[in-house]
């Protein structure tokens, strides 16, 4: 049997402001897109679909953040989120929120157990 946690990126390959993509299979064995911030020296996961419509943050090249750096943004239609929260602060999907995904640390990687992952929402 494959074991659940997926090694998403050494945590010292993961900088201040950087951010990591994953692929995960969710409980109805759909696969889903996942990705990793780190914001403040604090790991930080969502799923990657925004709450406006079902579609990436980013365009597939792992770019999440704003040019300043301090706000998550969508490059669809220009929603911001928080990066410690995944709330939206400001464009279509307002006061709506990412889906947080469980990380954590485990032998010097950020690692995903899909386990402890909820089921995700219907997409379509
Ligand atoms: S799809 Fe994200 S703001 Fe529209």
Avoid: K
Avoid at 91 to 117: K, M, N, Q, T
């Amino acid at each position: 049997m494959t074991s659940p946690v997926i090694r998403i990126v050494a945590a010292g390959e993961l900088a201040e402001g950087g951010a990591a993509t994953f692929v995960f299979r969710d409980a109805n064995g759909l696969l889903r897109d996942g990705f990793v911030v780190r914001f403040r020296g604090v790991i930080h996961a969502y799923l990657n679909c925004c709450p406006h419509q079902p579609l990436s943050l980013d365009y597939g090249d792992g770019d999440f953040f704003t040019r300043e750096g301090d706000l998550l943004l969508c490059r669809n239609h220009g929603a911001l989120f928080e990066p410690e929260t995944g709330q939206c602060v400001a464009g279509p999907c307002y006061g709506a929120s990412l889906r947080v995904l469980p990380v954590h640390e485990e032998d010097g990687w950020i690692c995903f157990d899909a386990s402890v992952c909820p089921p995700q929402p219907d997409l379509e």
